[in-house]
T-cell receptor, first 117, second 112 residues
Framework: SAVISQKPSRDICQRGTSLTIQCQVD?????MFWYRQQPGQSLTLIAT?????????ESGFVIDKFPISRPNLTFSTLTVSNMSPEDSSIYLC??????????????FGPGTRLTVL | GDSVTQMEGPVTLSEEAFLTINCTYTATGYPSLFWYVQYPGEGLQLLLKATKADDKGSNKGFEATYRKETTSFHLEKGSVQVSDSAVYFC???????????FGQGTILTVHP
């Protein structure tokens, strides 16, 4: 399976600021995804990061709040913009596709724990 | 849309007890089914999976069988250890690079 790293691993931010989270994979992958895990909750898909085109957002998530970049097949960023305390969550990237080891399995990064004051 | 329902937790067991965590799904077609585990302070790790009906996924003593007739994928382990304490997530989907739908997660605590 692919090795996935995320930066930063955690951060404490002030209300109204923005944070960019990086996701790096050690091999080329077709699909990359961004999830949010609110405290004590399950995972919710934010968007699918598409290489060379705009991300595909799920219902309830918009590009202005969560802009995503995918410049190549091994890297993606998620920005959480104009943060409020409700954005305090763990943000996880995942990868799927042939290079992840299986065409239908997703593997997850270690997550970024964000606290907004 | 797809949905996944897990048994409510938390589940508290003594070491060497038998574990069952129920999971049922609603989906169009025949999704792949997964169990992921999240240890304290860590990301999600794939525990096991099954891609078609009657498949049994197994890993680290955990097992789950894809039951199409009952749309279920219950997780079992015959003898749990303290180190199994974690949050367990059932998920469905993944076909054709598709997204995963997660259950709400079940917290498992195993006491010595």
């Amino acid at each position: 399976s692919a090795v996935i790293s995320q930066k930063p691993s955690r951060d404490i931010c002030q209300r109204g600021t923005s944070l960019t989270i990086q996701c790096q994979v050690d091999s080329q992958v077709t699909m990359m995804f961004w999830y949010r895990q609110q405290p004590g909750q399950s995972l919710t898909l934010i968007a699918t990061a598409n290489q060379g085109s705009e991300a595909t957002y799920e219902s309830g998530f918009v590009i202005d709040k969560f802009p995503i970049s995918r410049p190549n097949l091994t890297f993606s960023t998620l920005t959480v913009s104009n943060m409020s305390p409700e954005d305090s969550s763990i943000y996880l990237c995942s990868v799927g596709g042939k290079a992840s080891g299986s065409t239908d399995t997703q593997y997850f990064g270690p997550g970024t724990r964000l606290t907004v004051l | 849309g797809d949905s996944v329902t897990q048994m409510e937790g938390p589940v508290t067991l003594s070491e060497e007890a038998f574990l069952t965590i129920n999971c049922t799904y609603t989906a169009t077609g025949y999704p792949s089914l997964f169990w992921y585990v999240q240890y304290p302070g860590e990301g999600l790790q794939l525990l096991l999976k099954a891609t078609k009906a009657d498949d049994k996924g197994s890993n680290k003593g955990f097992e789950a069988t894809y039951r199409k007739e009952t749309t279920s994928f219950h997780l079992e382990k015959g003898s749990v250890q303290v180190s199994d304490s974690a949050v367990y997530f059932c998920a469905a989907g993944g076909t054709s690079y598709g997204k995963l739908t997660f259950g709400q997660g079940t917290i498992l605590t195993v006491h010595p």
